[in-house]
């Protein structure tokens, strides 16, 4: 039984990727749209075909012409529930990392056509349930997810649900999308001994660090992330274009986690132990540096040194 179920399952995946294949951004179009009655629905037409049978039975044209304008009812009803779905369009926006057995963020876009509005959007996306969403004043809004995490890597969660029952709640319309997301997942913290060797003291000036303030070391481009602190006002005056001033100092010491310093036989436990101590020098803006079987990150300190540090960690594939 379970081996139909996954055959019957890959062929489905197998459809949908023919049929909405993974983009960054899908606009919903009748090849992209299912519908089908809800159970409310399905107990309308019940209903409605009960009161047909009565009406033919007793040859009531009343019956009749009433189970007739339920029927026509279900039909509008069809229709407005297609119209409400289609012409949105579903972007990918930003995604934020996570550590492993934590929930990371997934941001998506909703879009509305230019004709009309869209009612009551749900979202539904392994196990998280979304709020209903009305684009009627906005043009776009952000849907934000967060997703639980089981195993270090890039994460892709694959297709989603986007689905809606109005107006009346007879037909369900949905969508399965696959925007080609991932996030990045650090492996879990993991407390452990660090070998003492791993730590070389140094005489001071023997390591250069680009984000000290001793010396003035030049400019460069400025980024939305730096302070107006650091901003060449002088140099954006003559040239209309905004620079940053970089610095650089020296360190004492510097720290290196080395991969055969753990001690823990286990892959992904050393990677926890290695995650643990990035997080702790990165507290104590020691310098440190990271070497791995065949990657190795220079001594540094500062939130982008220790980004890369995690992202080395969990992208790193065990040979």
């Not at 197998?14 to 960054?24: Q, V």
């Not at 929930?103 to 056509?113: C, D, R, W, Y």
């Not at 702790?280 to 791995?292: A, D, H, I, M, V």
């Amino acid at each position: 039984m379970e081996s139909v179920r996954k055959l019957v399952r890959g062929q489905w995946d197998a459809w949908l990727d023919r049929r909405i294949p993974a983009r960054s951004r899908v606009t919903l179009t009748q090849k992209r749209i299912f519908i089908l009655p809800t159970w409310m629905g399905m107990g309308y037409l019940l209903t409605t075909f009960l009161l047909f049978v009565a009406g033919v039975n007793y040859d009531n044209s009343m019956i009749l012409n009433f189970s007739f304008f339920l029927g026509s009812l279900f039909v509008v009803s069809i229709l407005q529930t297609f119209s409400n779905v289609s012409g949105m369009v579903i972007s990918a926006g930003h995604t934020e990392p996570a550590f492993c057995g934590s929930e990371a963020k997934f941001v998506i876009h909703l879009e509305k056509s230019r004709k009309k509005e869209h009612h009551s959007i749900f979202c539904s996306w392994c196990g998280y349930q979304s709020k209903a969403y009305n684009l009627i004043q906005e043009q776009q809004v952000a849907l934000v997810t967060l997703l639980p995490t089981q195993q270090r890597g890039r994460y892709r969660p694959g297709r989603f649900k986007l689905h809606s029952i109005y107006p009346f709640g007879l037909c369900q319309a949905w969508t399965w999308v696959d925007l080609d997301m991932f996030a990045l997942v650090y492996p879990r913290p993991i407390e452990c001994e660090l070998n003492t060797t791993s730590r070389s003291d140094g005489e001071e000036g023997s390591h250069v660090v680009m984000e000290g303030q001793d010396d003035f070391a030049g400019l460069r481009a400025f980024n939305p992330s730096d302070s107006l602190k650091t901003v060449d006002w002088k140099a954006f005056a003559r040239r209309n274009v905004l620079y940053t001033k970089q610095f650089q100092g020296y360190q004492a010491k510097s720290a290196w986690l080395r991969w055969n310093e753990i001690a823990v036989g286990d892959v992904e436990r050393r990677l926890s132990g290695l995650c643990y101590w990035v997080l702790q020098f990165s507290k104590t803006n020691e310098p440190y540096g990271l070497e791995l079987p065949g990657v190795t990150i220079n001594p540094g300190v500062g939130k982008q040194h220790e980004e890369n540090c995690l992202t080395a960690l969990a992208e790193y594939r065990h040979g």
